[in-house]
């Protein structure tokens, strides 16, 4: 039986800078990378455009059955598709992020999506970056490797206006705390599956730290937990 792929769970709030940081990893080590938070983005996506309400249970249970996902790296970017429509910058609006916030507390929308998320992770032949709120402690509780990234929430805020700005999303710095503010309250206060680090997951505050140098700390970290499994150099 071959060794299951290397699992690593990135976790932590919007704007964390786990998108980029997990890119950037997923590139540089060869794995494949599952953006979690995109995959509940196309199930809110699908509902609204079929009308379907947010706290609907029964309809989005069948509405799950339907949804057909799946990842490309498209240029520099991990696009998304959705039922083979790359939908990767309808699914970033400040609308959607909100209802994807609600349809992520919904049990029968998590537990749908849950083997979903590990299928996907599975699949790689040579290792899995995760990235989204509950990796370390739902989806891959026995992952590898863990990461909880922060940042101050003044920066988060920035970050995330600056991506939709470059997107020619308008908004306001103001607008986007709020939005952010409430998203992490619902998100840490729901009864299933809510935001928080793993009790094993190492901390990294992105707050002042450059790109570079988050990267290279996980990256240093991953490799470190690979060794056991690669084991010496062959003798010649």
Known sequence: MSARP?????DGPAGAGKSSVSKLLARRLGFSLVDTGAIYRCVA?????EGIAFDDDARLGELLGRVHIHFQVV??????FLGGQDV????????ISMAASQV????VVRAGLLQLQRRLALESEKGAILEGRDIGTVVFPDADAKFFLAASPEVRARRRYEELFQKGVE???DAVLADQTKRDRD???????PLKAAEDAVHVDSSSAPLSEVVHGLESEILRRM???????PRS
């Open 104 to 107: 992520s507390g919904r049990p």
């Open 171 to 173: 908004s306001s710095l």
């Open 75 to 80: 240029g520099e970017e991990n696009h998304v």
């Open 227 to 233: 060794a056991p499994r690669v084991g010496p150099e």
């Open 6 to 10: 290397f699992i690593v769970a990135i």
């Open 45 to 49: 996506l699908m509902a609204r455009r």
């Open 88 to 95: 990767s910058g309808e699914i970033r609006t400040p609308d």
């Open 187 to 193: 998100d840490s206060a729901r009864a299933v599956a």
